[in-house]
């Protein structure tokens, strides 16, 4: 494995869990549709610096809305908008305990790299 393949695989994983939690906090506000979430995030700074690349956040943002509600932490329902059927997911209890004990993870992560980065 190359180094930028090495330093693009940790990016993955770090985007990709920023973006869960990211997306469950924005589900607290009220539900919406992938469509909404992904024009927010075009003015967010948030995930313009973490994607880039819009193709790839189009698809994470969908890809991780699936996974969200697999593991049934979002529930979606579908409606009817301008004659076109969307779903709209919302957090669920076991949505918002995930994020609740994700943040605190992050941060006791983030302690713990800045502790390890000052020895």
């Not at 967010?44 to 610096?49: G, L, Q, R, W, Y």
């Not at 301008?82 to 995930?98: D, H, P, S």
């Amino acid at each position: 494995m190359t180094k930028d393949q090495e330093e693009n695989f940790v990016k993955s994983d770090v985007r990709r869990t920023m973006l869960k939690i990211h997306i469950l906090w924005r589900l607290t506000k009220s539900s919406t549709n992938a469509y909404s979430i992904l024009k927010e995030f075009s003015n967010d700074k948030f995930a313009v610096s973490f994607f880039p690349d819009r193709k790839v956040l189009r698809d994470d943002v969908y890809n991780v809305l699936k996974s969200l509600e697999k593991s049934e932490f979002v529930v979606s329902s579908p409606k009817v908008e301008n004659g076109r059927l969307k779903q709209y997911f919302q957090i669920t209890e076991k949505g918002e305990r995930a994020l609740k004990s994700s943040t605190r993870e992050f941060h006791k992560a983030a302690s713990d790299l800045e502790t390890l980065f000052q020895e």
